[in-house]
């Protein structure tokens, strides 16, 4: 008789559950029967979030729209120690904001969870509902996989992303520790980043390419130019012009997924955007509702 290993619960798909996105009549109710409203100083930061850097202007805005309209997401929290106080599993830049408004009370989901649980939700939240910053999104990949034993198949079918913008997101976390401070000041961006990953001078490279104001395009020249100079081969892109290749890599890098442009001239050209599982597509159409 063969007996086989239980398969690991993913989180992915079953967030929405946890973090009260779920719309099912039963989850509804759990979800009323679990809401409380806390004290804000009785909740507590998640050591663990992956997000470290909170940009001052988004939490104003967040903080006017709270102030105005009031918080109408609960945070989704787990009880620390004895004494009523919790621990902010999903929902800190709301907290945040929610301080500086001036609110004194916030409603919350109380949610049983391992160490191990919150972990795992606040990185595929993080990760799903956040624009962490390129480093930060890096090591949360990288920490699913180490903690939790993660494919990066597995990781993209859970947030939604292609397994090729998985491994190029984690590639950036072996550039040096003076180009990783620069793409967390805003210096470079993430494009800029994955062009300095395979060179064999990426300090000296980024410092050239912030000093120019190089655009992404460039910096990936600069890049070409290094490995012909070094005699190493450079991978030969498909015969597309410029602006169309440069289109399809903004496109893919926005929507996480693999993005194809043919352009038939004065005939027109079809776009094809490529997904492997219903939650990449329902995704993609949310994007495409929710845009102005």
């Not at 120690?81 to 916030?106: C, D, L, S």
């Not at 049983?112 to 480093?135: F, K, P």
């Not at 961006?189 to 990426?202: E, K, N, W």
Request: net charge negative; aromatic share 2%; charged share 30%.
């Amino acid at each position: 008789m063969m007996t086989t290993q239980p398969q690991k619960r993913r989180l992915g798909r079953g967030l929405a559950a946890l973090i009260g996105d779920d719309t099912t009549e039963e989850a509804v109710v759990q979800d009323v029967r679990s809401l409380r409203h806390v004290p804000i100083e009785f909740l507590h930061a998640n050591p663990n979030n992956p997000r470290k850097h909170f940009a001052d202007g988004d939490l104003e805005d967040l903080t006017k729209s709270i102030r105005d309209k009031g918080l109408l997401q609960p945070l989704v929290v787990r009880q620390r120690g004895g004494h009523g106080e919790y621990e902010i599993v999903a929902g800190e830049r709301r907290w945040r904001a929610a301080q500086r408004a001036g609110i004194h009370e916030v409603p919350v989901l109380i949610r049983e969870l391992s160490d191990g649980e919150a972990l795992e939700i606040a990185l595929i939240e993080n990760i799903q509902r956040a624009d962490l910053n390129a480093l930060e999104e890096a090591r949360a990949y990288q920490q699913l996989m180490d903690q939790f034993d993660y494919t990066q198949q597995q990781l993209a079918d859970s947030v939604g992303k292609s397994r090729s913008h998985i491994a190029n997101t984690i590639r950036l976390l072996t550039l040096p520790e003076s180009v990783r401070r620069h793409i967390e000041d805003g210096a470079l961006t993430a494009g800029h980043a994955r062009a300095l990953v395979a060179t064999d001078s990426p300090h000296e490279l980024a410092e050239k390419i912030i000093q120019l104001g190089m655009t992404v395009r460039e910096a990936e020249g600069l890049s070409r130019s290094e490995a012909e100079a070094k005699g190493r081969p450079v991978a030969v892109r498909a015969q597309k012009d410029a602006d169309t290749l440069a289109l399809e890599r903004q496109l893919s890098e926005l929507l996480g997924l693999k993005v194809e442009i043919a352009n038939k001239g004065r005939n027109g050209g079809t776009l094809t955007v490529r997904y492997k599982t219903l939650e990449q597509l329902d995704d993609v159409c949310n994007r495409l509702v929710k845009s102005p």
